[in-house]
């Protein structure tokens, strides 16, 4: 299963499609004293596609594991997920 399986395309941000873009984040959170912007940059992009993907399903609870299989794209899972999951909530 895969965004793909389970959200519209045309829902997905333009820069699903970058693989540059996507690369950045879908790698795993770096220190956020490290640089504070971008850290909340990601976590903004990830914790708006969760809330996104709940509106869409009418369904406002997730677990880690439906958010990692969901938000795949090319056979990878953003590193970064669970962290989003535990600040999120």
Do not use: H
Not at 55 to 62: A, N, Q, T
């Amino acid at each position: 299963m895969g965004i793909a399986d389970c959200y519209p395309e045309e829902k997905l941000p333009q820069c699903w499609s970058d693989d540059v873009r996507m690369n950045a984040l879908f790698a795993p959170f770096r220190l956020k004293s490290a640089n504070p912007e971008s850290w909340e940059m990601k976590m903004k992009f990830w914790s708006d596609m969760v809330r996104q993907w709940c509106r869409f399903k009418m369904d406002p609870i997730v677990s880690a594991g439906d958010v990692k299989c969901v938000f795949q794209r090319r056979g990878r899972t953003a590193a970064c997920l669970d962290i989003v999951i535990e600040e999120m909530f």
